[in-house]
């Protein structure tokens, strides 16, 4: 999500610069290149891009340790060595690990060298957290009570979830580019938002928009991780999340532990959650005798098949 966003800014500054070109550091292999360029073509076509990853008659450049000589060579001196130098993105949102023990799927992750933001499950807290989420038309509002920004939200999740282990993912994924590749992610704020966000969806949106929106989100995470954020499709799929978004505002209630997240209790004023409806005696808007019905009707084309079935196995003995 990060990269249109870096794109923007970096063709705003080129523009305003007079600059004919944009270099960018990331690698032949990476997601990352088609992200950054596929948002410069569609914001400035006129513009150069420069990859010195994949110039290799100017920079031979073919490994990370390649890039650390290169910078060392030039005078710039980084904050990590080879043999540390694990390929990581780190933004408001979460960080991303790469490279060294990753690269061997068989490999544990060593967790001791690696996260940045929190701990292991096991080197958690014994006693949980609970906290709250407030949101109005799906974006958080407040945290625990205090109404404070996005940004403040996140970054304060990011600490607590951290504390208790929340978020850390080791995942195969599929390039863009066709290799499959390794990684572990750090998103204990976001993975604590969305699940919050996904438990008031669920009181307050109806059932056929929750359906479809599941395939939405699907082909909306498709879109954004292939770097297609300037495009029209992009804009369709956020106009209708958007849309879903004008009722789903609310408080939601959980208890971090240990790596887990645990309901405590969601409340909104456009629940469609109806106890009288819910609850297994009868009530003014339910009558159980109206399922019987519903349900011959339901089952009606399942019924036919199976009397035909039926027929034609008997004429054919």
Known sequence: MARPLIAKKLVEIAKKEGAVAICHGATGKGNDQVRFELGIKALAPEIKIIAPWRCNDTWNMNSREDEIEYCKAHGIDLPF????????????????????????????????????????????????????????????????????????????????????????????????????????????????????????????????????KKVIDSKFADVVYEGKWFTPLFDALHSFVVSTQQYVTGEVKMELYKGNIIKQGTTSPYSLYNESIASFTTGDLYDHHDAEGFINLFGLSLKVRAMKMAEAEKKNN
């Open 81 to 212: 060595s080879s043999d540390s130098s694990y390929s990581r993105d780190r933004n408001l949102w979460h960080i991303s690990h790469e490279g060294l023990e990753l690269e061997d799927p068989a490999q544990a992750p060593n967790y001791d060298h690696l996260l940045v933001l929190g701990v292991t499950p096991q080197k958690a807290p014994d006693k949980g957290e609970v906290i709250s989420i407030t949101f109005e038309k799906g974006t958080p509002v407040a945290l625990n009570g205090e109404k404070l920004k996005v940004s403040e939200i996140i970054t304060k999740l990011n600490e607590i979830g951290g504390k208790h282990g929340v978020g850390i993912v080791d995942i195969v994924e599929n390039r863009v580019v066709g290799m499959k590749s390794r990684g572990v992610y750090e998103t204990p704020g976001g993975t604590i938002l969305m699940e919050a966000h996904k438990q008031l969806e669920e009181l307050i949106l109806d059932r056929d928009t929750m359906a479809f």
